[in-house]
């Protein structure tokens, strides 16, 4: 079963290099895929550079999607960091 949740980039500057590394990093963790989508394109999140390649200024919106064994471990942690990251 894949579980997923709609949210808005929050950090100030959007989603650049440092925070996308951090996301990504803390995706790793999880076996579960995840994913964020923005405009109709769906990368990884394990993958600072794919994070990066969607432009996620403030007030985006997103969907982050997570599927596999740890799945809603994963979208409840990965949720919270989101709304976190500067």
């Known amino acids: 079963m894949t579980v997923s949740k ?8 959007g989603i650049h290099m440092r925070p996308a590394t951090t996301f990504a990093k803390a995706a790793k963790e999880f076996e579960s895929k995840v994913t964020i989508t923005a405009a109709g394109e769906t990368v990884s999140a394990k993958s600072p550079v794919k994070i990066i390649s969607l432009n996620l200024a403030n007030g985006t919106a997103i969907t982050l999607t997570c ?5 809603e471990k994963a979208l409840e942690a990965l949720s919270a960091l989101i709304n976190t990251l500067e």
């Open 6 to 13: 709609d949210l808005t980039i929050v950090a100030p500057h």
């Open 67 to 71: 599927d596999g064994p740890d799945e």
